[in-house]
């Protein structure tokens, strides 16, 4: 619901739209990743310089931003803007329906009835959306469940969502193993009945990545699904931790009447408890110099 | 102080299938809660809707993306005040137009993504839709805006489909939050007579407020089995929140990927925020249900149906349980595939209650009469709305003391 949209980015948001005349930060354009001196829960600086970083690459099938050169380790904590992830309902990212068109069953109106159901069903996002949904998934995670972790995929745009579509709806197995020389992306989800939600930020700090998420109250019942594709481009060989963070609901929901919820501690404490039940966790994948793919 | 008694067996009144209603939305069709068919559309009868936001309504409201063409709400209200002051307020974009969908969308060649054109279950029903719009602790002012759509001249049914969250000191579901007691004492009080129908509890943090509540009607949501019908209670609903266990849920109906309008001519569907999926889209079957067992009780006469105590009671005891008993046409299964109780005349189930809404077995108890206990001889089926003094005493009690708690009196 539009009630949901809230604007949280605070002074990222003007340090990323700065950067948006600057350098295409945040419109889906092909500049690196931003380096950041605070990487702490509230308050992210931004440089208005780009990272140390290699040439850029442009992926040729979707034409979005992917990753660069690895970048060095003393190069300090790296943002990837919300403007380069592609997720479903959340404010600062990119749309990911426009990955897969047929994933908007409501852009499909000019189709005939059947063609239109068929486009719809075989959709990747409506397939992914089959793993996240209660009683059609396996896996949705029943009360005193948790669920499992977030992964990697090998690829960007539009190739990292159909590998996102092969381990989530075909039950691949998930690769924790990849190239140096290969692009990866991170698939950040979460099932239904979990959000809404949406991410603060992400950083990657030589080998720790966190990915920083937080609730969205709801007004009305209804559970919704979240699912995000945080491209990390090509990285140097070794360990790499990707720890997924619940942050507190911010002074944003206060402003928009949803105080008496961050005030209330019960409230705050069934957040974390559906954060852990219904948000992927933290997880580890390894980059290694050899060619694997 | 009521006396509600239904005889569940057989029934068949051949008047209910003389008008067959198109209909090709599967939740209020044979594989959902059959009520097309009857020849019934709540023509006649007032039904309300609260929620945080409201539908938009046609050619009254005019933003980009308030309405959709085929739900045209009579009325609407933002908390308290009439729809003159309301033009554009409060106006949700797509959950309350889905709700007030369900009831009364008269869509008839659109498609929805599970490959059906939605259709209310009540579409000549005049619905009163109001926005709350407030903090969702701020049990007062829902409690107020429902009271003015209560208020409303002939009301009977009124459909929350939202949840507050605990407030004022009270942390546990047991019937005494401020929301919940206003629908207890609105449901029975003499001017109101009102029916509620309360989206049950998901595995969202939506707040429980009012699923506590004792005169209203619970609604769980269920979504296809195997075999296409709507009988499988999902996963996703939350049965109990509070340490004593107390049972939420009354009925079940269809909440699970349906066919439900959006704004504009779209549809929810899975990857849509709100989906097509939720509790939300449940109590509205239950409630229009209502609005056609009104209609119908107004066109044979039976003025004690229409009290919220029968209607209620006539609803849940023609609930489906186990195909082939009583005319039951389907198994309800519970979440883990599991039926329902080998004995029938098992009270109330904590999954799924009375069990799947089915209108047309409601239609047919209902249209079975109303006949007093002490008369020499009583049908199989009937029902009757009289007055005790045995078990009635717990109810008199209970209603005062809620009544009194609150300032109600």
Known sequence: ?293 | MWRISCISAVCFVSSLCSEFVTASQDTIGPNGINSAGLGLDGSGVVIGQVEAFRPGKPMFDDIVNCCNADVKPTGVFFRDQPMSASKNQAVDDDHAEAVAGVMISTNTGSIGPEGTAPRGVAIAASLNSSAYDAVPTDQATAAITTQALANIPNMRVINMSFGMDFSGGISTLDGSSLLSQFVDWSAQNSVNDVLYVVAGNEASHAGPIPTDNYNGLTVAMSGKASDGKFRQVSTDNVYSQDPSNRPLTDLVAPGFLLDVAGVNGTFLNAVSDPPNIGTSYAAPHVTGTIAILDQYAGAQGLADAVHHQAMKAILMNSADKLAGVLGMDRDVLNPDGTKWHAAIDYPLDAKMGAGELDAKRAVQQLGAGEFHFNQASVPAVGWDYNVTDGESQVWRTHWGLLARSEGMF
Request: some cysteine.
């Open chain 1, 1 to 293: 619901m539009s009630t949901r949209i809230i604007s949280v980015r605070g002074r990222l948001s003007l340090a990323c739209m700065l950067l948006i005349a600057a350098s295409g930060c945040g419109g889906g354009g092909t500049k690196p990743a931003t380096p950041v001196r605070n990487s702490s829960e509230t308050k992210v600086e931004v440089e208005s310089k780009p990272a140390e970083s290699g040439p850029l690459v442009t992926d040729q099938e979707s034409g979005g931003p992917i990753g660069d050169q690895p970048p060095k380790d003393d190069a300090g904590a790296i943002e990837i803007p919300l403007g380069q992830i592609w997720a479903l309902h959340m404010p600062g990212t990119k749309n990911i329906i426009e990955l897969d068109p047929d994933g908007d069953y409501n852009g499909l109106t000019s189709l005939p009835g059947d063609e239109r159901i068929k486009r719809w069903k075989n959709s990747l996002l409506r397939q992914i959306s089959e793993a996240l949904t209660p009683d059609v998934s396996p896996d949705w995670p029943r009360e005193g469940q948790q669920s499992g972790p977030g992964f990697v995929v090998a690829g960007n745009g539009i190739v990292s969502l159909r590998e996102a579509n092969a381990v989530m709806f075909d039950k691949k197995k998930p690769r924790t193993s990849f190239s140096a020389s290969t692009e990866v992306t991170a698939v950040f989800f979460s099932y239904m009945g979990g959000g809404p939600l949406q991410i603060m930020h992400v950083t990657r700090d030589g080998s720790n990545i966190v990915v920083a998420y937080r609730f969205i109250m709801p007004l009305n019942k209804g559970p919704v699904l979240d699912f995000a594709l945080i491209p990390l481009g090509r990285l140097m060989p070794g360990k790499y931790q990707v720890e997924i963070r619940q942050l507190p609901m911010g002074q944003e929901m206060l402003d928009r009447t949803y105080g008496a919820y961050n005030a209330d501690e019960r409230q705050r404490s069934r957040a974390k408890v559906s954060g852990l039940r219904f948000v992927c966790h933290s997880f580890s994948f390894d980059v290694t110099k050899e060619n694997n793919d």
